[in-house]
């Protein structure tokens, strides 16, 4: 297994920092490499998303998932997946939809898997790790909705 980060949708900066700075303890921890794509890419996702902010999870997979097949097929990976996968809060239908899509595309196989049943299991392997854990998916819309609710 082999992990790859490429975040340009979390904002603030602070809070990508912080879950990047997460994700390089789990790889040491776990001992499973990580490729990083280098700097913090935000007008990417801003350009990919804006005057599409009703359907911006769909834009913001595909800029992420597109980047995750790219360099699969960079680094000879037969396959690519996302941890989104985990997550109970997340569209699980749109992200296989964008994934396959990729796959076709690119030539990389989407790996989709419904692992929400593990959920509680990933915080149980987290916590002793003391990770940082993120209290909502990353964007500024995201985090703008948390707030108005």
């Not at 989709?112 to 990770?131: F, G, V």
Request: one cysteine or more; a positive charge.
């Amino acid at each position: 297994m082999t992990a790859f980060w490429y975040n340009p949708n979390i904002h603030p900066f602070t809070e990508h920092q912080n879950r990047f700075e997460a994700m390089k303890k789990l790889s040491q921890e776990m001992k499973f490499p990580l490729i990083v794509v280098d700097g913090y890419d935000m007008p990417a996702y801003f350009r990919a998303v804006a005057g599409n902010e009703e359907d911006r999870c769909r834009y913001c997979f595909r800029l992420r998932l597109s980047k995750a097949a790219q360099v699969a097929k960079e680094n000879s990976i037969a396959n690519f997946t996302t941890t989104l996968l985990i997550s109970p809060h997340q569209k699980h239908e749109l992200i296989n939809e964008v994934g396959d899509r990729i796959a076709a595309e690119s030539g990389v196989a989407f790996l989709y898997a419904d692992l929400r049943k593990r959920y509680s299991d990933s915080r149980h392997i987290t916590k002793p790790m003391d990770l940082y854990r993120q209290q909502y998916c990353g964007c500024l819309y995201s985090e703008w909705e948390r707030y108005q609710q």
